[in-house]
């Protein structure tokens, strides 16, 4: 039987009771904060991308080409002194399988600096309407729920990347399709934003946290009235 070598990360920060116990304050503190960098980082994209142009004539890597554009808006509203930083493309190596085979790899990590194998990620989607979520819920059911995604975070997140349609009606064919209980967020209650609780399938003999919550942020893409609210509160928050 081929087994799985090493890597360094694994050599530098073994799995033990202390590693657990870190993942878990972790991400039970971070979310708030991270989650307010995203929503920031999304205002600013408005204000410096997406309202200059006219999204809908994009048909080539919008997904690649949305979420690094937005990688560094997050970042410019970072000052450095976050126990975590912010990579675009990071990969998840604690779920690989046996070489040659590649790494999952994040649209967005948000990594803990002191054990850079504990990733609070986030998953991008386009949706082209409000009703075309299969590849959104697709990565919900096959990655998060079975650990593949996330496995040492009790928490990660969503991006919908809505050009048509109204996200109300997004997040009700997400509920049916997953299917889940979407609730809002009570430190975001004017934006988009929905969580949803599950129970994961942790493989055998992994102490993977069980409980998952997944956050579900939908960003208008197509300029709207709503979205230049949104960046009305760049000055204030720059």
């Known amino acids: 039987m081929i087994r799985r070598r090493q890597t360094i990360s694994e050599l530098r920060w073994p799995e033990t009771d202390e590693f657990m116990e870190i993942s878990k304050d972790w991400c039970e503190t971070a ?5 307010t960098f995203v929503w920031k980082g999304y ?6 991308v997406l309202s200059q142009i006219d999204c809908s004539q994009a048909e080539d890597d ?3 080409d949305i979420t690094q554009l937005l990688e560094p808006e997050i970042r410019s509203f970072m000052t450095g002194d976050e126990p975590y930083y912010v990579q675009h493309g990071s990969y998840e190596r604690e779920t690989r399988q046996v070489a040659p ?14 054990n850079r194998r504990i990733i609070w990620p986030l998953e991008a989607k386009v949706l082209k309407t409000d009703g075309a979520v299969g590849e ?10 079975t650990c593949r995604y996330a496995p040492f975070s009790s928490q990660g997140g ?13 997040f009700s064919n997400i509920e049916t399709k997953v299917p889940c209980t979407l609730n809002d967020h009570p430190d975001f209650p004017t934006r988009d934003h929905k969580t949803s609780d599950h129970q994961r399938v942790v493989p055998s003999g992994k102490s993977y946290p069980v409980n998952f919550r997944c956050h579900h942020l939908l960003f208008k893409i197509i300029a709207t009235g709503a979205n ?10 720059e």
């Open 31 to 35: 979310s708030i904060n991270i989650l």
């Open 43 to 48: 205002d600013l994209l408005v204000k410096e």
């Open 62 to 64: 919008i997904e690649r």
């Open 101 to 114: 085979a590649q790494p999952k790899e994040y649209d967005i990590a948000f990594i803990l600096r002191a």
């Open 136 to 145: 959104y819920v697709k990565e919900i059911k096959d990655n998060f729920i």
């Open 158 to 170: 969503m991006l919908g990347y809505l050009f048509s349609g109204d996200s109300n009606k997004a």
């Open 228 to 237: 230049a609210t949104d960046t009305n509160n760049i000055s204030s928050i």
